[in-house]
C-alpha cells in the first residue's frame, strides 16, 4: 500500500514540474529562479537617451577667453631675476636680447597695444637694452595690473610681441640654470593664447600702416613725411652755410698772409686744403642728404593716403 502510495505522488510530481527531475538538479533551480522574475519591468530607455543628448550639447565647440590675469602673472614671476643677471650675459646672448628688445617695441606699439600698455613694453626693451635686470623686473610685474584695461585688440597685438621676444629668447638657449628657457617658454605660450582672443572686426577703419622709426642707440624717433621735410631743409641750409665758408676760405689770396718761414707756409697750405676738401665734401652730402629726405617724405606722404 505504501508502494503504491509513493509511486502515485511521484507520478503527479513528474507530470506537474519535470524541472524537479533534470539531470543537473542545481541548473534547474537557477531556471525556477529566472521563471519568478517580473516580465512587466522594462528597462528605463529614457534615461540612457538622455545622457548622450547632454554630452553632445556640452561638446559643441566654444570659445573659452584664456585667462589673462594668470598668464600674466606667469609671465611677471619669469623675470624674477637676480640683480645683476643681464649684465653677466655673454656677448652673443646680449645681442640676442637687444633683437628681443627690439620685436617687443618695433613699430606702433603704442597704438596697437594702448598707451600705458605701449609705454611699458618701450621702457621695457630698453631696460633690456642696458640690461638692467631689476627694472625689468619692476616693469614686468606692472603687466597683471594692466588686465582689465586692455581689449581684444590690444591682447592680441601684445601676444604677437610676445611670441616674436620669446623666439629670441629661446634662440638663446641653455643658460645657467635655464632661466631663459624658461621665460622663452612663458613668452611663448603666453603670447599664443593672448593672440587667440577674437579680435574685432572694423571695416571703416583705414589699414594700420607701420610706421619707420630712426633707431640711434637709445634714441628712438618716428619718421613721418613732416619730419622727412624738416630734415631736407635742415640738411639744405648747412650745405649753403658750408658752401659760405668754403668759398670765403678759398677767396682768400695766399700773398695775403705772411708765414714766419717755410715750414708754416706748408702746414698753412695744408690746412687750406683739408678745410677746402672738409667744405666741399659737406655741401655735396648735404646735397644728396636733402634730396634723399625730400623723397622719403614724398613716400611715407603717399603711404599715409
Not at 534547474?28 to 529614457?46: F, T
Not at 637676480?82 to 650675459?89: E, I, K, M, V
Not at 637687444?98 to 626693451?125: H, M, Q, R
Request: neutral net charge.
Amino acid at each position: 500500500m505504501a508502494s503504491l502510495l509513493s509511486s502515485h505522488l511521484l507520478a503527479n510530481l513528474s507530470s506537474s514540474s519535470p524541472l524537479l527531475f533534470h539531470p543537473y538538479p542545481h541548473f534547474a533551480s537557477n531556471v525556477v529562479s529566472i521563471k519568478h522574475v517580473p516580465r512587466s519591468r522594462k528597462p528605463n530607455l529614457s534615461k540612457s537617451l538622455t545622457v548622450p543628448f547632454a554630452v553632445t550639447e556640452s561638446d559643441s565647440p566654444k570659445f573659452i577667453e584664456p585667462n589673462s590675469q594668470t598668464l600674466l602673472q606667469e609671465l611677471a614671476k619669469s623675470f624674477d631675476l637676480p640683480s645683476d643677471y643681464f649684465a653677466q650675459l655673454p656677448r652673443d646672448i646680449r645681442l640676442d636680447l637687444n633683437d628681443a628688445a627690439f620685436d617687443l617695441s618695433k613699430g606702433p606699439v603704442i597704438d596697437e597695444c594702448g598707451e600705458e600698455l605701449g609705454n611699458i613694453l618701450l621702457n621695457l626693451s630698453r631696460a633690456w637694452e642696458k640690461a638692467d635686470t631689476s627694472t625689468s623686473r619692476a616693469l614686468a610685474g606692472k603687466l597683471p595690473l594692466l588686465e582689465s584695461s586692455l581689449t581684444n585688440n590690444s591682447k592680441s597685438a601684445f601676444g604677437r610681441r610676445l611670441v616674436s621676444a620669446g623666439r629670441k629668447f629661446q634662440s638663446m638657449g641653455q643658460y645657467g640654470e635655464g632661466e631663459l628657457a624658461t621665460i622663452a617658454k612663458v613668452m611663448i605660450a603666453a603670447g599664443k593664447s593672448l593672440t587667440s582672443v577674437p579680435v574685432s572686426d572694423t571695416p571703416t577703419e583705414k589699414p594700420n600702416v607701420e610706421a619707420r622709426m630712426f633707431k640711434f642707440g637709445e634714441l628712438q624717433v618716428e619718421i613721418t613725411s613732416d619730419k622727412a621735410n624738416i630734415g631736407a631743409a635742415i640738411s639744405l641750409a648747412f650745405g649753403a652755410l658750408s658752401w659760405g665758408l668754403t668759398q670765403g676760405i678759398q677767396n682768400i689770396p695766399e700773398s695775403s698772409l705772411q708765414y714766419a718761414n717755410d715750414n708754416a707756409l706748408l702746414l698753412a697750405k695744408s690746412l687750406r686744403g683739408a678745410l677746402l676738401a672738409l667744405g666741399y665734401s659737406s655741401t655735396l652730402l648735404s646735397g644728396f642728404t636733402s634730396v634723399g629726405l625730400l623723397l622719403l617724405g614724398q613716400q611715407l606722404k603717399s603711404e599715409r593716403k
